[in-house]
């Protein structure tokens, strides 16, 4: 648990020990915490890298007394809190939610992010006319509607949406994970109408300094294929686009071998392009 300021509290899983590993802050999205999130992923990068893993604020045991609910405010936060954990130099991996606010540290903190891995997310404020179409096919009225479920329904529709291969589970896993994983939902609310509330063109991305990797389910459904490639033309040649067949929105979950086996090239062409100080052939 790092207490940021009085009142503001995140909590991350952390290596066990001090080691020269690279750093890999891990970056969940808006349906899960962290290592739920990442539980495939985690295993598979700890023998090369340092890996963090935070809850972001209202997810976990994090929290904060602050009105603040922007992607800007936790990826302030989530810069602070590496700062007090020593964490110098890190590459981010974002989903989703979590992408926002990795976009957001990115810009902010080019001191302390090298480069980015993002998955099925764009930069915070272009959310409302990318999910349009999708929510309309639905029948769905708001984002919140779809990613702060308050029945077994919901999240059903929810679960059906962000995976391409369409999966059975039992009534009372959903129950249980509606009552775990949808905690603090006034605050939740909060961040999902920040994020209805501020609009962005393409045109207002920002020029990021690292490079970027689009780590992405060929078959997603909530921010699709035509989203990355417009998304990685805008940013430029810092960043490159690379598809995951059959995999859907919760791509690392759906197909966690494919996804990680891609996540672990990327990390170690970022990291040589980074010691290198030139562009990888990546």
Not at 42 to 49: A, E, F, K, M, P
Not at 104 to 133: C, Y
Not at 270 to 277: E, P, R, S, V, W
């Amino acid at each position: 648990m790092v207490e940021i300021e009085p009142g503001t509290v995140m909590s991350f899983w952390v290596p066990n020990t001090n080691s020269n590993k690279p750093a890999v802050v891990m970056v969940h999205g808006f349906a899960a915490e962290g290592v739920v999130t990442w539980q495939f992923q985690v295993g598979s990068l700890t023998r090369d890298y340092a890996v963090y893993v935070p809850d972001l604020l209202f997810f976990g045991k994090s929290y904060t007394t602050r009105s603040e609910r922007s992607p800007g405010f936790q990826a302030k936060c989530l810069g602070m809190a590496l700062d007090l954990l020593g964490v110098r130099r890190c590459t981010l991996v974002g989903f989703s939610y979590g992408g926002m606010v990795s976009f957001d540290l990115a810009e902010t903190r080019p001191d302390l992010i090298n480069s980015l891995v993002v998955s099925g997310s764009v930069v915070a404020g272009m959310t409302g006319s990318v999910s349009r179409p999708m929510l309309d096919r639905l029948g769905l009225s708001s984002d919140k509607e779809l990613l702060l479920p308050s029945n077994l329904q919901g999240l059903k529709t929810l679960f059906y949406v962000a995976v391409h291969r369409k999966f059975w589970f039992p009534d009372r896993m959903f129950r249980d994970y509606l009552e775990v994983m949808f905690s603090n939902r006034e605050e939740k609310e909060e961040l999902l109408e920040y994020l209805s509330s501020t609009g962005k063109g393409v045109e207002d991305i920002p020029k990021f300094q690292q490079r970027i990797v689009l780590l992405w389910g060929e078959e997603d459904q909530i921010f699709n294929m035509e989203v990355a490639k417009n998304l990685r033309e805008q940013l430029g040649e810092t960043a490159i686009l690379r598809a995951i067949k059959r995999g859907g929105h919760l791509v690392h979950l759906e197909r966690p071998c494919a996804y990680t086996k891609c996540l672990k090239e990327s990390l170690a062409l970022l990291l040589a392009q980074d010691i290198n100080g030139h562009p990888s052939n990546i």
